[in-house]
Every structure is written in structure tokens, then in C-alpha cells.
């Protein structure tokens, strides 16, 4: 069997004369939604230790869907943990145990080493499963009571629906992200670092030849939609502010958009949501990932500044690349955060052609909307543009020192670590730093 090609199973016989087994619930039409709480059963490394490994469960939702063009599900991608031998194994619905798909080769983008979990949906594999059991007059053992799981939502994948629309691709030039909606006559936040790279030196004015185009939720999930496109134009970017963001605007009146004046209580451990296009663009899967991509995590910490408003949130949800300017959510579909980076870890080996990167998907960094109130004004008419501007490219030093991760608090009175070391040429500016937030 080619090992390459994650869309071929192999059918195996097992002996069970001498075994009892449980059989599990099977249907063909099982609707699966984005945010639904799934389990893997697999045995990843199960070659080293079997004790250890078989049967391993992991937790997770269902992140996306995979269709084809008239609907029928063919996969899903899960951010529920999946390792080298998980292969074949199954992914259950939380709630009721009912198997939705099986485990096969992660997927990955040609240009990154980056991987995000998929799974073939069972009722993909179903007709030629049943034909073979028919031609060889098989049957198929009554299904024993759900297999069902702890700590199941219930609610989750209307939250992200609601979310999904609040949310638009964003292409400029030759790089893509997500925004987010924050009024309903068609205002965009969003990160600089999307819009940047186009502008005209110290101005807010694109390069000639380049626009910025946005398209909301509801025209990419509709084939049979004439897919409308956007021309944004921008009213405020940070040059070179201390948060990196920026304010779009699009032609477009709308119900569904985040209210940035309301100020959600934010807690740690709290169960947050990422909502955004990742790492495939819509406009290039042939329609079959086209939907917002959503992931599930804890809030992991909150970061204040001096005057005790929250500044940066991390969370431990998966976010790649195209994740930035989305949003994260929490279980009431209310803003938590602007995606805006994730972190790499910088492995030096002494000279920069052994020097390696690695991105580390579940450790994160947003934009709380606590940290946004100029925008609020400039949105209910009590400032204009210029007067927004100024705010945005406001430097504050304690702020950018918790963005650069090089810390506020003094540390005379820690013991000297490699670590230390690492922290301590990242201050002086040197470039070998151990861990540095990469924008997305």
C-alpha cells in the first residue's frame, strides 16, 4: 500500500472466535459540525511499548470540514492530538460515541513543515465497506450503548458558526490573513504586519498595482454564490506602534460583527476558541476547505500594563500561519483576543547554518479588545481618523517589551540559567534568541 497517499485503507480480517468484542455505533449520515467535541482511540509508537500506548485517547473538536462540491463529507481536520502510528484509528463524537472518521497521514502546505491533523470521514468509506460485506455475506455486529466521553459541549459549534460569520479572508499581494468585523457598516480589524510589507514608505498608501481584497464567510462557503470581492481600504495602520493592528473598511452593512465596547471578563484556564483561515487559502483548495478554520484551547495567561489593563492574552489553541488578524473567542462567542503571533523556538548550534526554527502552533499571543478603546471611539464618531492614527502609532516601552518578549520585571534576584543567558542577549538586541514571537 503507498503510504503516501492517505486516501487508501486496507481492510483486514481479525480472528474473534475466541474474543468478545464490543461493537461501536455506526451511521452513514452522521451530520458533523465545526466545534463538535471529538475522542481518538489510536496506539501511536505502539511498536515500542504496547502496555503504554494502545487504545491511547486524545480530545479535541472537529475543526473543519472537508466536502465536496455538492456537500457529501470526505474528511475533517481535528485539533485533537495525533501521532506517527495514530493511523486507522477512529474518531468518535464525543457526545454519543458514534464513529465519524478514521486517522490517516496529517496534512501539510509544500512550503512549511507544519502539520494539521485529518481524518477520512467513515461515511466516505462506507460503500465499499458494505459492498464487500454484502459480496461476502457478512454482517455487522449490533451496535452496544454509546461510547460517550466527559466534558462534552454542547454548545460549541453554534458559538462557532455565529463566529465564522463575523470573520473575512483578507488577501493583499501575495500573502492572505484573517479580520475580524467590529462594526456594522463594514469596519475590519486586523493585524499591520498583513498590510505593511504593500505600503509605500512611511505612508498608509498601498503600492501602486495592489489592493486589498476581502471576502466575507457566507460568499466562500457558497459555490453557487458569484463570489463578490471587497476592495478594503485602510483608515488606520501602526507604522510603528506598540500593537499591530490595523482598521479596514469595506462597502458592506452587516448584523453580524464583534462589539469591541463590551469587555469580557477574562480568566485563566478559561476554554477559548480560534476562528480564521490557516495555512489554505479558500481561493486555492478547489472549494474544499472554505469554511473558517476553528481550534480549541485554554486561556493560558493575561498580561496587564501598568494601569492594570490586560495588554496581550496567550492561549494554548493551535494557530498557524493565516491565523492572524482572527478571533478568539470564548464558550459565549464573545471577543477574547486579536490573533497576532506564536512563538518560535531558535535552536543555536553555534553557527547560523546549523541554526534551526521551530514553530510551536500552541503556544500564542492576541490582542485583547480591553487594550482597543481608541478604536471604540473612532467607531462611535468621538474621534476622527487623525486622532486614531495618533494612538495607533503611540510607542509605549512597557508594552513593547511584553510583546518582544523580553520581559518588565527585574531579575537580579534569579539565579543566572542558560536560560537567563538566552533572555539576557535578546535585551541587548543580539539576534540569537532562544524564543521570539513570530507574526503569523
Known amino acids: 500500500m503507498n503510504r503516501s497517499t492517505p486516501s487508501q485503507f486496507a481492510l483486514l480480517h481479525l480472528d474473534t472466535t475466541s474474543t468478545k468484542l464490543r461493537s461501536i455505533p455506526l451511521s452513514t449520515k452522521a451530520t458533523i459540525r465545526q466545534g463538535d467535541d471529538v475522542y481518538v482511540v489510536s496506539s501511536p509508537f505502539g511498536i515500542?511499548?504496547?502496555?503504554?500506548?494502545?487504545?491511547?485517547?486524545?480530545?479535541?473538536?472537529?475543526?473543519?470540514?472537508?466536502?465536496?462540491?455538492?456537500?457529501?463529507?470526505?474528511?475533517?481536520?481535528?485539533?485533537?492530538?495525533?501521532?506517527?502510528?495514530?493511523?486507522?484509528?477512529?474518531?468518535?463524537?464525543?457526545?454519543?460515541?458514534?464513529?465519524?472518521?478514521?486517522?490517516?497521514?496529517?496534512?501539510?502546505?509544500?512550503?512549511?513543515?507544519?502539520?494539521?491533523?485529518?481524518?477520512?470521514?467513515?461515511?466516505?468509506?462506507?460503500?465499499?465497506?458494505?459492498?464487500?460485506?454484502?459480496?461476502?455475506?457478512?454482517?455487522?455486529?449490533?451496535?452496544?450503548?454509546?461510547?460517550?466521553?466527559?466534558?462534552?459541549?454542547?454548545?460549541?459549534?453554534?458559538?462557532?458558526?455565529?463566529?465564522?460569520?463575523?470573520?473575512?479572508?483578507?488577501?493583499?499581494?501575495?500573502?492572505?490573513?484573517?479580520?475580524?468585523?467590529?462594526?456594522?457598516?463594514?469596519?475590519?480589524?486586523?493585524?499591520?504586519?498583513?498590510?505593511?510589507?504593500f505600503l509605500k514608505p512611511n505612508s498608509m498608501e498601498l503600492v501602486d498595482h495592489t489592493q486589498i481584497v476581502a471576502m466575507v464567510t457566507s460568499d466562500i462557503g457558497d459555490l453557487n454564490k458569484n463570489r463578490k470581492l471587497y476592495a478594503a481600504s485602510i483608515i488606520s495602520v501602526s507604522l510603528q506602534g506598540s500593537y499591530d493592528i490595523a482598521l479596514l473598511?469595506?462597502?458592506?452593512?452587516?448584523?453580524?460583527?464583534?462589539?469591541?465596547?463590551?469587555?469580557?471578563?477574562?480568566?485563566?484556564?478559561?476554554?477559548?476558541?480560534?476562528?480564521?483561515?490557516?495555512?489554505?487559502?479558500?481561493?486555492?483548495?478547489?472549494?474544499?476547505?472554505?469554511?473558517?478554520?476553528?481550534?480549541?484551547?485554554?486561556?493560558?495567561?493575561?498580561?496587564?500594563?501598568?494601569?492594570?489593563?490586560?495588554?496581550?492574552?496567550?492561549?494554548?489553541?493551535?494557530?498557524?500561519?493565516?491565523?492572524?488578524?482572527?478571533?478568539?473567542?470564548?464558550?459565549?462567542?464573545e471577543l477574547v483576543g486579536l490573533v497576532t503571533s506564536n512563538i518560535k523556538h531558535l535552536n543555536d548550534r553555534s553557527s547560523d547554518s546549523q541554526k534551526t526554527e521551530k514553530l510551536i502552533p500552541s503556544m500564542n499571543f492576541s490582542i485583547p479588545p480591553h487594550a482597543l478603546h481608541p478604536i471604540v471611539d473612532y467607531l462611535l464618531g468621538r474621534i476622527d481618523a487623525h486622532a486614531l492614527q495618533e494612538w495607533v502609532d503611540t510607542n509605549d516601552d512597557h508594552v513593547e517589551k511584553i510583546w518582544k518578549l523580553t520581559g518588565t520585571l527585574e531579575t537580579k534576584k534569579i539565579r543566572k540559567s542558560k536560560f537567563m543567558t538566552i533572555m539576557e542577549k535578546q535585551k541587548k538586541g543580539e539576534p540569537d534568541r532562544g524564543f521570539i514571537a513570530s507574526r503569523l
Request: glycine share 8%; with cysteine; charged share 15%.
Open 48 to 197: 515500542l511499548t504496547r502496555e503504554t500506548f494502545q487504545n491511547s485517547v486524545t480530545k479535541g473538536i472537529v475543526s473543519n470540514n472537508i466536502t465536496t462540491r455538492d456537500g457529501a463529507p470526505l474528511a475533517i481536520l481535528t485539533d485533537a492530538r495525533m501521532l506517527p502510528g495514530s493511523e486507522g484509528g477512529a474518531v468518535f463524537r464525543a457526545s454519543t460515541g458514534e464513529l465519524l472518521a478514521v486517522c490517516t497521514l496529517p496534512l501539510r502546505r509544500h512550503d512549511s513543515i507544519v502539520e494539521m491533523n485529518i481524518a477520512i470521514a467513515f461515511a466516505a468509506v462506507v460503500p465499499p465497506l458494505f459492498h464487500y460485506i454484502e459480496s461476502h455475506h457478512l454482517t455487522l455486529l449490533a451496535p452496544s450503548p454509546a461510547l460517550a466521553i466527559d466534558s462534552v459541549s454542547t454548545y460549541a459549534p453554534m458559538v462557532v458558526d455565529q463566529a465564522k460569520q463575523k470573520v473575512v479572508y483578507l488577501h493583499v499581494g501575495n500573502a492572505w490573513s484573517t479580520g475580524i468585523i467590529v462594526s456594522d457598516s463594514g469596519h475590519i480589524l486586523t493585524n499591520a504586519h498583513l498590510v505593511k510589507p
Open 249 to 333: 473598511h469595506i462597502d458592506k452593512k452587516t448584523k453580524d460583527y464583534f462589539n469591541l465596547a463590551h469587555r469580557t471578563e477574562l480568566r485563566r484556564g478559561m476554554d477559548v476558541f480560534v476562528v480564521g483561515y490557516p495555512l489554505f487559502q479558500p481561493l486555492s483548495t478547489s472549494g474544499a476547505i472554505r469554511r473558517p478554520t476553528c481550534t480549541k484551547g485554554t486561556l493560558a495567561s493575561i498580561v496587564h500594563t501598568r494601569d492594570k489593563t490586560p495588554c496581550l492574552v496567550q492561549t494554548s489553541a493551535l494557530v498557524h500561519m493565516g491565523n492572524s488578524g482572527g478571533a478568539i473567542i470564548n464558550d459565549h462567542g
